[in-house]
């Protein structure tokens, strides 16, 4: 399937003049900057690096991707939003996803101005391919949306293939969790797929979730066209520095280990949650979040609040369901005790 991306772009982002700063022609760390108007003294008195270099160069040594299919946002969000404008003409154009899903696709469609189409997914939280189907030919849906590992659900989703194969737009997979799945990440598929993005985060495994940094892996192209739309200098330098530390050795070993402890707690609190008489429901979980069907998830939400354990209460999205976070042994210690004394 050959796929033209410029074809998909709005006209107004192709003809698009990108703000550039004297930076964007100096590669040096060591010069006399006077280009930005920026004050002389102080310690945080230069703008950060556009680009960040450093960041990208330590996550292709990693990966094993060129840092020119490395983009940075100001988060995941940036990512997400970022998608939008690149590809989606306000009030024409049209995004797709599987609900229940991420909510922030939806809350950036509506930014946008952008219809977003939810195709529910089966019972078992995976796709409907035959729901599907009659959307993929439709010449105003832009890109589709897919969280694997998905939140709320916590599952990954199977025949992400088959839409890669067989849509002409913008695929875009959100793997937030996958450094909790046991499946393999789509970002070894960007060379063969041009229309794919897959974005990951700093914020769940790598626990930097203040620092809000979030990543697009995809094509040369689709990189070269968010860093044509994203602002000058979207990720301050005190957040660059902070993931630039995180990403030594001896704090990807801790990472490594923190994930292994995680996963650890994941299958205690299932053990226990599953000696609960209030529990109905455990659903599998590639992430580091369980899913479970309560009779009452308003009341054993709000009794949980009444004594300062918070979880997420996804009534709303999953009837009488509830997303619990593992956390420190200590954390579920409590959970678990405080849940055995409820009288719901």
């Known amino acids: 399937m050959t796929i033209d991306i410029k074809n998909l772009v709005r006209k107004n982002i192709l003809n698009l003049k990108p703000y550039s700063s004297a930076r964007d022609e100096f590669e040096g760390e060591n010069g006399i900057f006077l280009d930005a108007n920026e004050n002389p003294f102080g310690e945080l008195n230069r703008y950060p690096d556009p680009y960040q270099l450093k960041i990208k160069q330590k996550l292709s040594e990693l990966n094993q991707i060129s840092t020119e299919n490395i983009f940075l946002g100001n988060g995941s ?87 890669l194969e067989n849509f002409n737009g913008i695929v875009f997979i959100d793997e937030a969790y996958i450094d909790f799945s046991p499946e393999e990440s789509f970002t070894n598929q960007i060379k063969n797929y041009p229309n794919l993005i897959v974005s990951q985060t700093f914020s769940k495994a790598w626990g930097m979730a203040s620092v809000r940094v979030g990543i697009a892996y995809a094509s040369e192209e689709i990189i070269k066209f968010y860093n044509k739309v994203k602002p000058p200098y979207n990720i301050s330098q005190l957040n660059q520095d902070a993931i630039i530390k995180t990403l030594n050795d001896e704090n990807i070993n801790q990472v490594s280990e923190n994930i292994k402890i995680i996963l650890e707690e994941k299958k205690s609190l299932i053990q226990n949650l599953e000696k609960l008489d209030l529990v109905k429901t455990i659903f599998p979980s590639d992430a580091n979040f369980i899913l479970i069907e309560v009779d009452n998830a308003n009341s054993v939400y709000q009794e949980l609040v009444n004594q300062n354990v918070i979880i997420r209460n996804r009534n709303s999205v999953i009837k009488n369901c509830l997303r619990i976070t593992v956390g420190s042994p200590d954390e579920n210690k409590k959970l678990i005790e405080t849940l055995q004394t409820l009288k719901i």
């Open 77 to 163: 969000d940036e990512v997400i939003d970022l998608a939008f404008r690149i590809f989606c003409e306000p009030k024409k154009d049209k995004v797709l996803t599987f609900s229940p899903t991420y909510g922030m696709y939806e809350v950036s469609a509506n930014i946008n101005d952008v219809e977003l189409i939810n195709v529910e997914l089966k019972d078992n939280f995976q796709i409907d391919l035959e729901s599907l189907k009659p959307y993929l030919n439709d010449e105003n849906l832009k890109i589709i949306f897919i969280c694997s590992p998905n939140n709320p659900t916590g599952n990954s989703i199977k025949n992400i293939e088959y839409i």
